[in-house]
């Protein structure tokens, strides 16, 4: 095995097993509710402050030069050890208390010392095949954040076991990045730089990026975090509780899990047919998705589980795809800026999104909601169309 092979290998592992912590508590909100009496906005507020956390996370990492003052690798181990041991003081916390939301708000401010990182490690392994391993990276982050729905699934209703075997992954899979080299483009990264937030505006390119990416983490994050709650909703019309919630599990993981693989492929596709255009066929099938699981709703439970894993099959290749065409068309000094500022804003988007689709649910019913999730994804096309020609075009001079 080649050292690139090695490395990107490892730090695949290490970021599945680092990020499988983020939608921990998620997993296990029917469980906990059960036995605390969660009210629905404190149940929010656990999902949501994870987003909280990283954008406050990365931005610091950014702003800091952390990761180019110090070996990035050790940087990851330490973010996702310290993230690890502040996940098991759930156990200890009262059930949707402030202390078990901000325990969970610090969880994704470490987090931001382990995504963001690791996808500097990775690019630094090469350029011509950029969209390949960033959708690499992406698709072990994706795998990641389904790992604790198969915890929960396995564990049933003892959400305590669910909390300690993700920490324990975590914590361990994250060592493995030290045994990772660095690549032959590794480089310090610019720190964040103010003046980077007007040409994300005044580029045509990387504003419709921009918005493509705001479209995309619209319905993203919202699915993720719900979609075992409006899963089991749906199941429940034709089944038990428990095995509604049972079912709702499975789902999840297998809808999470299975859109790790699509970003391999993605990756691949957008280096020989344009980045453009593999985020509009996702979009679009993403979109399509949501509109026919929320006009379903309550339905045959094997159409639910089928569209709800075409639907998490759809969602994720597209998002690595956005930050390499910024990253592709950003001069070199301001690229570090551009890609913190954008994820910052999408993620600051989605600590909207989570807080307020349990809030449409009740308001609205879940068909409806999982309805109104698919405007993200058309606002998104709507914005990425012209960008086939014009990124194509700027691929074939740079060449």
Request: proline share 4%; with cysteine.
């Amino acid at each position: 095995m080649t050292p690139k092979a090695k490395s990107i290998a490892l730090l695949v592992v290490a970021e599945m097993a680092a990020m499988s912590l983020w939608f921990v508590s998620a997993a296990i909100l029917p469980d906990m509710a059960r036995e605390g009496a969660i009210s629905l906005d404190r149940q929010a507020l656990l999902s949501s402050a994870v987003q909280a956390g990283f954008v406050v996370g990365a931005l610091v990492v950014s702003i800091s030069g952390v990761a180019d003052r110090l070996d990035p690798r050790r940087v990851i181990v330490v973010c996702a050890i310290a993230a690890a041991l502040a996940n098991l003081t759930l156990l200890i916390h009262p059930l949707g208390g402030n202390a078990a939301i901000a325990t969970r708000f610090v969880t994704g401010a470490l987090l931001a010392g382990v995504y963001p990182v690791g996808m500097k490690i990775a690019v630094g392994w090469g350029t011509r095949d950029r969209g390949l391993l960033v959708g690499t990276l992406v698709a072990a982050l994706t795998l990641g954040k389904s790992m604790p729905y198969l915890a929960a699934f396995a564990g049933g209703t003892e959400w305590r076991v669910t909390v300690v075997a993700i920490s324990a992954l975590a914590g361990i899979g994250g060592l493995l990045v030290l045994a990772t080299s660095l690549g032959p483009h590794h480089a310090r990264a610019a720190n964040f730089r103010p003046r980077a937030i007007a040409l994300a505006w005044t580029d045509t390119t990387i504003r419709r990026a921009y918005i493509g990416y705001l479209g995309h983490m619209w319905e993203l994050f919202a699915m993720w975090a719900w979609l075992s709650a409006a899963a089991a909703a749906s199941f429940a019309f034709t089944m038990e509780t428990i095995d509604a919630e049972s079912l709702a599990k499975i789902t999840t993981f297998l809808a999470i899990a299975l859109g790790a693989l699509a970003c391999v492929a993605a990756g691949w596709f957008a280096d020989r047919i344009g980045k453009a255009e593999v985020t509009i066929i996702a979009l679009f099938a993403s979109g399509l998705a949501a509109v026919l699981t929320g006009l379903t709703f309550g339905g045959a439970p094997w159409l639910t589980v089928a569209l709800m894993i075409v639907w998490g099959i759809a969602i994720i290749p597209d998002s690595a795809q956005f930050s390499a065409i910024v990253a592709d068309s950003a001069p070199p000094e301001l690229a570090g800026s551009l890609l913190t500022f954008q994820t910052a804003l999408g993620f600051a988007l989605t600590i909207v999104t989570v807080q307020i689709v349990p809030l449409g649910a009740e308001l609205l019913g879940w068909p409806a909601t999982l309805i109104i999730l698919g405007i993200g994804p058309a606002v998104a096309i709507v914005a990425m169309w012209p960008l086939q020609r014009r990124v194509r075009r700027r691929s074939s001079l740079a060449r």
